[in-house]
T-cell receptor, first 115, second 114 residues
Framework: DADVTQTPRNRITKTGKRIMLECSQT?????MYWYRQDPGLGLRLIYY???????NKGEISDGYSVSRQAQAKFSLSLESAIPNQTALYFC??????????????FGPGTRLTVL | AQTVTQSQPEMSVQEAETVTLSCTYD???????LFWYKQPPSRQMILVIR??????QNATENRFSVNFQKAAKSFSLKISDSQLGDAAMYFC???????????FGSGTQLTVLP
């Protein structure tokens, strides 16, 4: 079944550590997104990529970087994690061939805790 | 920039009753999409219903329907015959017709009482 997967599902790390969250999809979609969810704030966009060579900053990109290794893979990195990056992180994909609608499909989320 | 506001952090409803969740948004665009997502305790984001701004008719999906008021920039979700499985966090979201990224509201936690 075509799907969006995220690894790891849960991660506890320490302040100052480098961490990478990975997203893979078998849907054949060209667009991928990283969102962060905090209580009371909803989901906010960190980065998005419309294809392998097109990466854009979202609303809250400071402290994060991304890599689009292939159409199917989009990784989010925290170079030096800090406690206020503790959150639930979602990857999402969409297909530009759907036209202006292009529904987003979400992965299961990664719960990250920075101590 | 677009903003989405959900003014009800928490709501509760009796099983089998009807509940309405509110959402307002701000945009200068004329062509866009609006969505309601459900997030159960499993934390998976599930699309409940969507509305195209150019359509005057309100969207309906089984027990879920919306009241879309474009001039008022209001997009409420009505859940009829509420079931225990409807208990979840509900997010309202906006997307421009020209850009892929979503702008979310802060969410409404819905409790269904047996």
């Amino acid at each position: 079944d075509a799907d969006v997967t995220q690894t790891p599902r849960n991660r506890i790390t320490k302040t100052g550590k480098r961490i990478m969250l990975e997203c893979s999809q078998t849907k054949g979609h060209d667009r991928m997104y990283w969102y962060r969810q905090d209580p009371g704030l909803g989901l906010r966009l960190i980065y998005y990529s419309f294809d392998v060579k097109d990466i854009n900053k979202g609303e809250i990109s400071d402290g994060y970087s991304v890599s689009r290794q292939a159409q199917a893979k989009f990784s989010l990195s925290l170079e030096s994690a800090i406690p206020n990056q503790t959150a639930l992180y979602f990857c999402a994909t969409s297909d530009s061939r759907q036209g202006s609608y292009n529904e987003q499909f979400f992965g299961p989320g990664t719960r990250l805790t920075v101590l | 920039a677009q903003t989405v506001t959900q003014s009800q952090p928490e709501m509760s409803v009796q099983e089998a009753e009807t509940v309405t969740l509110s959402c307002t948004y701000d945009t200068s665009e004329s062509d866009y999409y609006l969505f309601w997502y459900k997030q159960p305790p499993s934390r998976q984001m599930i699309l409940v219903i969507r509305q195209e701004a150019y359509k005057q008719q309100n969207a309906t999906e089984n027990r879920f329907s919306v009241n879309f008021q474009k001039a008022a920039k209001s997009f409420s979700l009505k859940i009829s015959d509420s079931q225990l499985g409807d208990a979840a966090m509900y997010f309202c979201a906006y997307r421009s017709a020209f850009y892929g990224q979503l702008t979310f509201g802060s969410g409404t936690q819905l409790t269904v009482l047996p």
